[in-house]
Each structure stands twice: as structure tokens, then as C-alpha cells.
């Protein structure tokens, strides 16, 4: 009888045959491929057989990618989707259409959606989970393997977790540690899709433990190159868990791994997530250089890695900014892509990017290029659905149709999408869909609430602004879209997807007043993800808009305080986000900070607010102001620092007017005053201030517009200072008045407002304009400057 073979010769000399025979790479590690941190480093598809049928897989997964979730460019179809919620019409009182009435508790509501989940696809594989061993243990393991990937490639990410618990239980067994570490990494990254960021870091740790204990065991190449998958999947946990320079740390060694292991589609990979993660930190020039390098590495590789590299570098230019650029890229890209598919998906892009320089336009007031962008957005995105079938590249040509108010075309593409919608199968994918497609219908009602949903943005309204010419869907239909889209996610247990599915449906019972409702949904969108601050403070928001409605001020307060304060903690993570969030932070972020503001400043009478809440009302504008700069920055700002009392002038009286939405508040300070913080207000909706202000900045700027300069300043000094003079003449210590601000005042030389006999900087006070409350705290440079000097010497007689 011969003696056994240790357990570890054995492994390995199982290694070296699965390596001899090719399967190494695809049966074996089907871990993560390395992509970008927006797509999500999703598992190994080297089950799919070909490159070109792999590419073609990516491709569809492509669509889910792109999906921002609540607040999406991206719609859906017009049908209604039948589901077991029960709606019965009712008249709105604002609208005066169809409306809603929910089943009369939310307990009913929860008893709706928690219906059985008959899955056929997890029958299946009970039954053949409980027929008996396939021919092994080992195939056993593999076959577990195997089927955690389709069905996480089906979007089934829950049943994809049993499975590959399993699956790492019997490896475990087997004593492989090596396909055990790979199944928890995998493990991990499907408790990430599902938001469950304990469990997912609990799993990378193990599986990072385990292939510590192979080094040097096993095959060098192969052995560098499932650490560096894994280090993806554990930089993209930190990332999404707002851990910026850990993450960045993370992709480097896993860069480092990749070139050991000669991965040239890994090495790209992992410098797009490098960049994303420099740019976000604020070293733009750094990021720059990693992206230099990617598209270097594209240049000198094969054609199929070419066009998928393009597409991906295209994308990454675009989030961080460089739309030019990305353009460029995605144009070779395009060239270089083979199938229907790939073309189709590089078109998509094509599409975003020319939709993202139309929004920029836009900020900029550049309003006919923002039409031909616009233009050429609608036919690349058009162009590919028809090359590659792409759904995604429909829905965002929907929702750019109703942004610009083209009801024609919005009309003509409805049919379309609904047929294409109906067919997915139950999936994130569809979901998101489905709600994105809830949204666009929403927007086709006229006179919405723009705090509760933005349209398209502000600047867009003003040049707009035509009523829908078709006829809207009713608001049953849209709840039962929703009601849907809810019910799939519970099906699959997603609860991020529930949430958004509730807090969108909250959000349309607010629309239709139905505020016990609105409530209840809201609540329970909450309670599924409180711990994800991201989702968790636009369900604070809301439920703080529901108490305004109301009339209930205190829970509103408290209700959008907890919601800014959630907002704090995730800002840097707002960055990470893609463009198209950016370009829309005054539709979707700024006014979350206004409503506080306008709740701590509303008063009853001549009453004057709190001391406590006008201190918090300047602050809450300061921290909206430095919001503003990181946004359009793209990257976190260093700390600030408090300015000391002590070093502010004594003779000096601060200003601080805020644009609300139906009123100018004013809140002053006098020092040496037990009170020294005041407040004035001028009645005056914020469209005219702003267009009255547009007015005033444009004829600064023209010769020969003197006239209307004063006539438009004096509206601005009666708005602003008036509403002061009996204060400054009382406390005749002030010499000098120093302005903090706001929105399109800052355009505004403050010395040039008019009384209707002088202009303010005639005036006895010294003028001060101070940019923020805070300073940016100075730092060093991190770089040894090197200085040359000289001079010139002049004799003296």
C-alpha cells in the first residue's frame, strides 16, 4: 500500500493539470473581471464560452450599470402594469385627474406586497441541489460555483448568495482552499449589490486570509492574478463605503498584481478605478496621468480588448469631467467594435457623453450648443437601440425627449419601449427600469412641485416651459408601474430596491395629497435601508416635505435637519457619482438646504426667529456654499476653519441675505449686542429676484445702459438695504458693512446698488464682500518648491 501524499502536493499537482488543460481561467476562477468602479467588477463570465459572446453578455449586463437610481435619465413604458395592488380613483383636489387611494392601513399595503415568490428558476435548482451527487464532490462544487455566477448574471443576487454559500462550505470541506477564497469574493461582491456591507466585508476578509496562506504554494502568474480580482472587489467595498484612500491604496496593489500576472485588461481596469479615486480626492493631474496611461496600454493591445477599453476609458472621462476627451475616446472605440452589440453599447455612451455636454452648456448659458448637443444625444442614443437593441439607450431618449418638451417624439417612442420593457425578466435591471419609466410618466403632469420632483433643470424650465401636449397616464397607472417594480424587489430580495420602489410611490401619493400615505410608504423606504445614507436621507427629505404640508414645522425642521446632516456624511460620496448627478446638484441637492432655511426663518407676525435659528440658518447656507464649490469642483475640499470673533472689525456689521423661494431673508449681526444676530425679510418671489439680478449683472457689462443699471439696482437697494437703514442709523458705531453672499448676488458689485439719489459705495460705510463664514484651512504644498532669484543693484553716490 503506498503512502499518502500530503494534502498540499496533492492540491497542487491538481493546479498544474487544470492549468495544462486551460481551465484555470474559466471553470476554476470565475471570479472578478477588473472594470471600472461603475461597473461594479462583476464576477467572471469565461462560462459564456467565445470573447465576441462574452462581449456581447457585457454588453446586456451594460444596461443595469448605468441606472441612477430615483433620480435617473431613464424612463419607462406607458401601458399599465397589472399587480395585486389595489387602487381605487379618486378626484385629485390639486390636479383635478385621477388619483390614487391606497388600501385603507399599511398594514394592508405590506400584506400586497409581500406576496409568494414562485421563482422557477430556484425550483430548479432545489431540485437539482437535492437529486443526488452530479458525479463527485468536486463537480459538485464547480457546479455550485457555476450556478451562483448565472445567477448573479440574472440579477438574482440573493439566491446567487445560498448558492455560493454552499459552494465555499464545500471547498471547505475539500480542503481547496484556493476555489474557497475565490467563491468568498465572489460572496462579497454579491452582498455588496444588495447593500449588506457587514457581511460583504466579512466575506473579503476570508477570502483575503485564505489566499495569504498560498502565497507561495501554488502557480505565481495565476496566484497574482486572482489576488489582484480580489483586491477589486475589496477596493470597490471600500469605495462604496466612502473609504476613498483606502480604496485607492487597494487598486494600486491590485495593479501591481495584474502586471505580475500579465492582465492587460486588468491593468486598464484598475487604472480607471485609480483615476476615479484620485480625482475624487482632488489630485486631478494625478488621475490624469493614470488615464494617460490606460489609453497607452489600448494603443499597443489587440482589437477586441481595444474597443471594450475605449468604451470604458470614454466612460471614466466622462465622470470625471473630460467630455471632449471622451468624446474622442468613445469615437475610436466605435470604430474598433465588431458586433451589433459592441456598437451599440459604445453609442450609448456616445449618447451620455453629448447628453452631459448639453447640460454643461446649459450651466454656462450657451443655449444653442446645448441644442445641437441635445440633438446629437436623441440620434446616437437612437441609433443605438437600433445597432445593438440596447433598452438603456431608449429609456435615456425618452427621458431627454421630456426634459426638452418634444411631446411629438415622446409620443411616437412610447410604444416602442413598452413592448421592449414588457419582456425583461424579473431584475435589478428591470426594476430600476420600471422606476426610472414611473418618473418620466410623472413629469408629463403639468404644475408639479419642483422641490418634490425636478423635471429638468431650472435653467431648462425658464427656457421652456410649454405644457405637455399628449395625454398624461393616469395616477393609477404609474402606482401599479410601481407597485411592480416593488413586488419584483421583494422577490428578489433586494432591499435597496424596495426602498427606492416605496419611496417613489410615497413620493407620488405627495403629488396626488394623499399625506397619510405619502407617510406610511415613506417610512417603511426608510426602515429597509437606514443604514444607507445615500438612499436613507432622500426618504428623510421627503417625510420632512410631508410634514411641511401639513403644517407640522417642528417634524418638518427635524425631519430636514436629519436629512442634511445624513447628506453631510455621504457629500464626498456625491462626487463619486456620475455626471449627470452633478450637473443637476441645483434641482436635486440645493434645495434640500433652502427648504431648512426657509422652515428655521418662517416667523408668525413681526416676531422675530430664534437667536439659535438664525445662527443655524447661516451655517446651513455656508455648508450649501461649499457644497456648491465641491460640486463643481468634482473633488472634496480641505477642511475649514471658523473665523475668530476677535479678528472681526467691531465697527463692522455682517450681512447675510438668502434667496428663498417666495422671499429675500435678511439675517445681520451687530456686534456688541446681547442679540446680535437680526432679521428682515423682503416679500419677492425668487424668479424675479434672480431675473432682476441677471438683468442688472448684463448691463453692468454693456456701455450705454446707465438708465437701466439704476433702475434695476434701486430694485435690488430696496429689496436689500431699506429694509437695514433704521438698524445701521440706530447703531451709528457701523463703518463698515460686510456682505456674505448668496446665489446670483455674489454677480453683484455691492457698491453699485442704488437709493434713487446715490449708490451705496457714495455712502458713509466702507464695503467688505467675504466669500463663505469659513476659510479653507492653509496647507503646505506637498512639493519642494525650487527658487530662482535674482536682482538688480542700483549704485549709490
Request: hydrophobic share 40%; glycine share 6%.
Amino acid at each position: 500500500m503506498k503512502p499518502a501524499q500530503p494534502r498540499a502536493y496533492r492540491r497542487l499537482l491538481r493546479l498544474i493539470l487544470l492549468a495544462m488543460l486551460g481551465l484555470i481561467t474559466t471553470l476554476i476562477v470565475p471570479v472578478l473581471s477588473a472594470q471600472q468602479v461603475e461597473a461594479t467588477s462583476e464576477v467572471n463570465t469565461s462560462g459564456l464560452g467565445s470573447e465576441e459572446t462574452r462581449q456581447e453578455a457585457g454588453g446586456r449586463r451594460q444596461e443595469e450599470r448605468e441606472f441612477d437610481l430615483f433620480v435617473p435619465p431613464i424612463k419607462d413604458a406607458i401601458a399599465p402594469i397589472k399587480s395585486d395592488l389595489t387602487l381605487t380613483p379618486v378626484t385629485s383636489q390639486r390636479f383635478k385627474t385621477p388619483g390614487l387611494q391606497l388600501k385603507s392601513s399599511q398594514d394592508d399595503w405590506v400584506k400586497i406586497l409581500k406576496i409568494p415568490v414562485h421563482f422557477s428558476g430556484l425550483k430548479l435548482l432545489a431540485r437539482s441541489l437535492n437529486s443526488g451527487r452530479v458525479s463527485g464532490v468536486v463537480e459538485n462544487a464547480q457546479s455550485l460555483l457555476q450556478q451562483g455566477i448565472q445567477l448573479y448574471e440574472a440579477e438574482q443576487f440573493s439566491p446567487a448568495i445560498t448558492v455560493w454559500q454552499q459552494a465555499a462550505a464545500a471547498f471547505a470541506n475539500q480542503g481547496d482552499t484556493f476555489n474557497q477564497s475565490l467563491t468568498l469574493s465572489n460572496l462579497s461582491l454579491a452582498y455588496q449589490r444588495l447593500g449588506q456591507w457587514e457581511k460583504a466585508q466579512k466575506a473579503i476578509d476570508q477570502s483575503l486570509k485564505l489566499l495569504h496562506n498560498l502565497e507561495g504554494t501554488t502557480n505565481s502568474q495565476i496566484y497574482s492574478e486572482i489576488l489582484a480580482k480580489t483586491l477589486n472587489t475589496q477596493g470597490r467595498l471600500q469605495w462604496e463605503t466612502g473609504q476613498l484612500e483606502q480604496a485607492l491604496r487597494t487598486w494600486q496593489r491590485a495593479t501591481v498584481n495584474y502586471r505580475q500576472a500579465d492582465n492587460q485588461t486588468g491593468i486598464i481596469g484598475s487604472l480607471i478605478n485609480q483615476a476615479k479615486a484620485l480625482q475624487t480626492l482632488g489630485w486631478s493631474s494625478k488621475a490624469e496621468e493614470k488615464l494617460q496611461t490606460a489609453h497607452q496600454i489600448l494603443q499597443k493591445s489587440g482589437s477586441s480588448l481595444q474597443a471594450k477599453g475605449f468604451k470604458d476609458l470614454g466612460n471614466a472621462l466622462r465622470r470625471l469631467g473630460k467630455l471632449d476627451e471622451s468624446r474622442q475616446i468613445l469615437a475610436e472605440g466605435w470604430k474598433l467594435a465588431k458586433l451589433p452589440t459592441a456598437k451599440g453599447a459604445v453609442l450609448l455612451e456616445l449618447g451620455n457623453t453629448e447628453r452631459a455636454l448639453a447640460q454643461r452648456a446649459i450651466a454656462i448659458g450657451k443655449q444653442p450648443k446645448a441644442l445641437s448637443h441635445t440633438q446629437a444625444a436623441i440620434e446616437f442614443f437612437q441609433q443605438a437601440f437600433d445597432t445593438g437593441g440596447q433598452i438603456q439607450a431608449s429609456l435615456n431618449q425618452l427621458s431627454l425627449l421630456v426634459e426638452t418638451e418634444q411631446w411629438s417624439e415622446v409620443a411616437a417612442l412610447l410604444p416602442k419601449i413598452q413592448q421592449s420593457i414588457a419582456s425583461l425578466p424579473p431584475s435589478r435591471t428591470a426594476i430600476h427600469a420600471r422606476l426610472n419609466f414611473a418618473r418620466s410618466l410623472t413629469c408629463l403632469h403639468p404644475h408639479l412641485d419642483p422641490e418634490a420632483l425636478s423635471c429638468n433643470s431650472r435653467e431648462r424650465s425658464e427656457q421652456l416651459g410649454t405644457e405637455p401636449s399628449i395625454e398624461p397616464p393616469s395616477w393609477t397607472e404609474i402606482a401599479q408601474i410601481l407597485a411592480t417594480a416593488a413586488q419584483q424587489a421583494q422577490q428578489l430580495e433586494d432591499l435597496q430596491a424596495q426602498s427606492y420602489a416605496l419611496g417613489q410611490l410615497g413620493g407620488l401619493y405627495e403629488l396626488t395629497q394623499q399625506w397619510s400615505d405619502a407617510q406610511n410608504l415613506t417610512q417603511q423606504a426608510l426602515l429597509k435601508v437606514y443604514q444607507t445614507a445615500d438612499i436613507r436621507y432622500r426618504w428623510e427629505w421627503q417625510l420632512g416635505r410631508l410634514a411641511k404640508k401639513q403644517g407640522n414645522i417642528k417634524n418638518a425642521i427635524a425631519n430636514y435637519k436629519a436629512a442634511v446632516g445624513t447628506l453631510q456624511t455621504v457629500r464626498k460620496d456625491l462626487l463619486t457619482i456620475n455626471s449627470d448627478v452633478r450637473f443637476s446638484f441645483r434641482d436635486n441637492v440645493e434645495p434640500l438646504y433652502r427648504g431648512l432655511v426657509d422652515l428655521l426663518l418662517r416667523t408668525e407676525g413681526n416676531s422675530q426667529p430664534p437667536q439659535e435659528n438664525l445662527e443655524l440658518a447661516i451655517g446651513e447656507i455656508d455648508s450649501l456654499q461649499l457644497a456648491e464649490l465641491e460640486n463643481f469642483l468634482g473633488c472634496e475640499l480641505s477642511q475649514t476653519v471658523q473665523i475668530s470673533k476677535d479678528a472681526i472689525d467691531p465697527a463692522a456689521a455682517k450681512i447675510y441675505p438668502i434667496i428663498l423661494e417666495d422671499r429675500l431673508a435678511i439675517i445681520f449681526e451687530i456686534p456688541g449686542q446681547e442679540q446680535p444676530l437680526g432679521y428682515r425679510e423682503t416679500r419677492v418671489p425668487q424668479k424675479e429676484v434672480e431675473e432682476t439680478l441677471r438683468k442688472l449683472r448684463d448691463y453692468l457689462t454693456e456701455p450705454g445702459y446707465t438708465p437701466k443699471v439704476l433702475e434695476e439696482a434701486e430694485k435690488v437697494y430696496q429689496w436689500l438695504i431699506k429694509p437695514l437703514e433704521p438698524i445701521l442709523q440706530k447703531n451709528s458705531q457701523i463703518k463698515t458693512l460686510v456682505f456674505v453672499l448668496d446665489g446670483f448676488l455674489r454677480n453683484i458689485p455691492m457698491g453699485v446698488l442704488y437709493d434713487g439719489e446715490r449708490y451705496l459705495i457714495e455712502k458713509e460705510y466702507a464695503l467688505a464682500v467675504a466669500p463663505r463664514l469659513k476659510l479653507f484651512t492653509p496647507q503646505p504644498s506637498e512639493q519642494q518648491l525650487k527658487v530662482f532669484t535674482g536682482g538688480v543693484g542700483i549704485p549709490q553716490t
